[in-house]
């Protein structure tokens, strides 16, 4: 996923946006005014040599995001996949402009179906690019439920992150399981986390979700 930054410190609300036709532009994402940042979602193909594709299903071509390998089988791989995100899409030497005017700060790794094995190495690729002029961000998602007492702790211990944001459903359809109500996630979850220096906000799944409950307003003052 790559990470589209259009706001500023803690205490916002990101949204993922790439995977339903009926969730608006891009454009439209960020003029809502409610969202610090946008999760462009997905790049499901690469590895084991593939060319990597981004895939943003219902906005264009889906079948070019086909996954036949969702992992990193060797170095080599590493380099090419943050090779491919730096010239295309983070201001490299590429003069195309796939997503036009947009300004992509970073990459969020959702490693669901993937192996453990080198993502370490790729982090450390396109970290190195933050030294040719542009700051790239790098962000990962570890996944538990709610109420758990390591949200709590994450936010109080030393774990290695800047920031961490609480990962939601913005609706009761947009996952099985672990979605909280507004004036739930209000009243009871936001008070026991938002005091930690590392809290950032809360990230939403997904905009169209979001577009049918009305979520990241409801929450928005309260983040």
Known sequence: MLLLAIGS???????????????????????????????????PTFGNGQTPMLDLSGHCDANRGAAESYSITSSRDAKQVATYLWN???????????????VLD????????????HWGELAKYLSGYSKRGKKVYLTAAPQCPFPDAWIGDALKTDITATKIFLGLPASGQAAGTGFI??????????PKIRDSEKYGGVMLWSKYYDDQSGYSSAIKSHV
């Open 88 to 102: 295309n899409y983070l201001g490299g030497q590429s003069s195309s402009r796939p997503l036009g005017e947009a």
């Open 106 to 117: 970073g990459i969020d790794f959702d490693i669901e179906g993937g192996t453990n094995q």
């Open 181 to 190: 109500p507004a004036a739930d996630l209000i009243s009871k979850v936001l």
């Open 9 to 43: 410190d803690a205490g916002g609300i990101a949204i993922y946006w790439g995977q339903n036709g009926n969730e608006g532009t891009l454009a439209e994402t960020c003029a809502t005014g409610n969202y610090e940042f946008v999760n462009l979602a997905f790049l």
